[in-house]
């Protein structure tokens, strides 16, 4: 198992998202700042929003990291990191 596809497994088995979060969008801008992928609930909408950020040439930026927004930031080096995410 890489090291990216442990992470996912340990992160859907302690947060499961899908009990939170119902809607996924694409680079969606958000308190000034654009999110990879922006996660939100149609169903809860005091349920504040989730950004999942890919890191591929450069982490997050810090303004970003410190806007209080929730943010999930995953690492990739290089294509094979996405060979064992989609079973």
Same mark, same amino acid.
């Given at each position: #198992?890489? $090291?990216?596809?442990?992470?996912?497994?340990r992160?859907?088995?302690?947060?499961?998202?899908? &009990?939170?979060?119902?809607?996924?969008? &694409?680079?969606? %801008?958000?308190?000034?700042f654009? %999110?990879?992928?922006?996660?939100?609930?149609?169903?809860?909408?005091?349920?504040?929003? #989730?950004?999942? &950020?890919?890191?591929?040439?450069? %982490?997050?930026?810090?303004?970003?990291?410190?806007? $209080?927004?929730?943010?999930? &930031?995953?690492?990739?080096?290089?294509?094979?990191?996405?060979?064992?995410?989609?079973?």
């Open positions: #198992m890489s $090291g990216v596809e442990n992470w996912l497994v992160l859907l088995k302690v947060h499961e998202l899908r &009990e939170f979060y119902d809607t996924c969008q &694409e680079e969606v %801008a958000i308190n000034g654009v %999110a990879d992928l922006l996660l939100t609930s149609s169903n809860n909408p005091n349920c504040p929003p #989730m950004l999942i &950020e890919i890191c591929v040439s450069h %982490a997050c930026e810090e303004e970003k990291r410190n806007s $209080g927004l929730k943010i999930i &930031e995953i690492k990739i080096r290089d294509e094979t990191d996405f060979d064992n995410i989609f079973f």
